[in-house]
Antibody
Framework: EVQLMESGGGLVQPGGSLKVSCAAS????????MTWVRQAPGKGLEWVAN????????YYLDSGKGRFVISRDNARNSLHLQMNNLRVEDTAVYYC???????????????WGQGTLVTVSS | DIQMTQSPSSLSASVGDRVTITCRAS??????LNWYQQKPGKAPKLLIY???TLQSGAPSRFSGSGSVTEFTLTISSLQPEDFATYYC??????????FGQGTKVEI
C-alpha cells in the first residue's frame, strides 16, 4: 500500500525558515517524480514544486523561486521542502504527492499524503 | 504561465442530477488535463487523467472530455458521496503546473 506521511509543519514568524518532510513507503520511491502541493485555509490547491527521480530536474512555483528548495533522499525514501524567507501568504497545508506518468507522457498525481500545516504569523 | 479557469465556482444539485463542470486553459494544453475530487479535511483524489481516462477505482459515473483549451467533467447521476469540491489541473509544458480555482458541488 502506497503511503506518504508529511511532518515538520508548525508556526514560524515571517522571514523565518522551515523544512517539511515526507516519508514514502509501499512503492519504489526512486522510480517516481514527486511533488509538493499546498492549500491555504479555505482556498484552492496550488502546485509548489516538482523533482525528478535523480534530482536532475526541479521546478518551482514563481513565488517560491529563490526561497523554496525541493530535495529527496532515495536511500531513505524521503522528500523534503526547505522554505526560507517565509511570508504570511505561505500559510497552508502542504501535501507531498507522487507523480505518475500515464502512457509515459501524461503526468498526474495519483497518491497524496494527509498534509502538514505551516502557519506563518508573528 | 498557463491559467486555468473553472466554472461555475459552485453549484447546487440534487441526488440523481447530471452535473457538468467546465475548465478553460489560457493556451493550448492538448489533453494534459486532470480532474480531482476533494472532500473537507481530506487530500484530493484523482478522478480523470489525460482529459478523458478514468482513474482506476473511480466510479464510472464520472467522465471527462475536451482538448486544446476546453474541458468538461461530467457526473452522470450525482450520488450523496459526490458532494465535494472538484479541481482541474494542467500538466502541460515545462513541468510548472496550475490548478483551477475549484468548483464546490453542494445540495
Amino acid at each position: 500500500e502506497v503511503q506518504l506521511m508529511e511532518s515538520g509543519g508548525g508556526l514560524v514568524q515571517p522571514g523565518g525558515s522551515l523544512k517539511v518532510s515526507c516519508a514514502a513507503s509501499g512503492f519504489t520511491f526512486s522510480s517516481y517524480w514527486m511533488t509538493w502541493v499546498r492549500q491555504a485555509p479555505g482556498k484552492g490547491l496550488e502546485w509548489v514544486a516538482n523533482i525528478k527521480q535523480d534530482e536532475s530536474e526541479k521546478y518551482y512555483l514563481d513565488s517560491g523561486k529563490g526561497r523554496f528548495v525541493i530535495s529527496r533522499d532515495n536511500a531513505r525514501n524521503s522528500l523534503h521542502l526547505q522554505m526560507n524567507n517565509l511570508r504570511v501568504e505561505d500559510t497552508a497545508v502542504y501535501y507531498c504527492a507522487r507523480i505518475h506518468y500515464a502512457d509515459g507522457r501524461y503526468p498526474n498525481i495519483d497518491y497524496w499524503g494527509q498534509g502538514t500545516l505551516v502557519t506563518v504569523s508573528s | 504561465d498557463i491559467q486555468m479557469t473553472q466554472s461555475p465556482s459552485s453549484l447546487s444539485a440534487s441526488v440523481g442530477d447530471r452535473v457538468t463542470i467546465t475548465c478553460r486553459a489560457s493556451q493550448s494544453i492538448n489533453t494534459h488535463l486532470n480532474w480531482y475530487q476533494q472532500k473537507p479535511g481530506k487530500a484530493p483524489k484523482l478522478l480523470i487523467y489525460a482529459a478523458s481516462t478514468l482513474q482506476s477505482g473511480a466510479p464510472s459515473r464520472f467522465s471527462g472530455s475536451g482538448s486544446v483549451t476546453e474541458f468538461t467533467l461530467t457526473i452522470s447521476s450525482l450520488q450523496p458521496e459526490d458532494f465535494a469540491t472538484y479541481y482541474c489541473q494542467q500538466t502541460y509544458g515545462a513541468l510548472t503546473w496550475t490548478f483551477g480555482q475549484g468548483t464546490k458541488v453542494e445540495i
